[in-house]
């Protein structure tokens, strides 16, 4: 299994990025996809999760109204549009996927495989 995290980069306060997590070895419609995100000296948390095929998109307080998760099982990858960015959204950000319970889905323990990480960074 394989999770290839992509689309980040350097970017103005106030700009946007679309990330995208692309899987092999899985099919992405099976599982609950989630990103996370893990600044320097600080634990990695919660940004966004959602179901393989059906149901709603969980976010963290912090990024909800500005990130956007979205599924298309077709190409087995996930998104995340993120919008008006603040230099406090500056992170690795990993895409996860697991066979993951409610209660689960906002922890790094709810999840089986990780994807590498790609950088983000909003400058002020």
């Known amino acids: 299994v394989q999770l290839q995290a992509s689309g980040g980069g350097l970017v103005q306060a106030g700009g946007s990025l679309r990330l995208s997590c692309a899987a092999s070895?899985?099919?992405?419609?099976?599982?609950?996809m989630a990103w996370f995100r893990q600044a320097p000296g600080k634990e990695r948390e919660f940004v966004s999760s959602i179901r393989g095929s059906g149901g709603g998109a969980f976010y963290a307080d912090s990024v909800k109204g500005r990130f956007a998760i979205s599924r298309d099982n077709a190409k087995n990858t996930r998104y995340l549009q993120m919008n008006s960015l603040k230099p406090e959204d500056t992170a690795v950000y990993y895409c996860?996927?697991?066979?993951?319970?409610?209660?689960?889905?906002?922890?790094?323990?709810?999840?089986?495989?990780w994807g590498l990480g790609t950088q983000v960074t909003v400058s002020s």
């Open positions: 996860a996927a697991g066979r993951t319970i409610v209660s689960y889905m906002r922890r790094t323990d709810g999840y089986t495989y």
């Open positions: 070895g899985l099919t992405f419609s099976e599982y609950t």
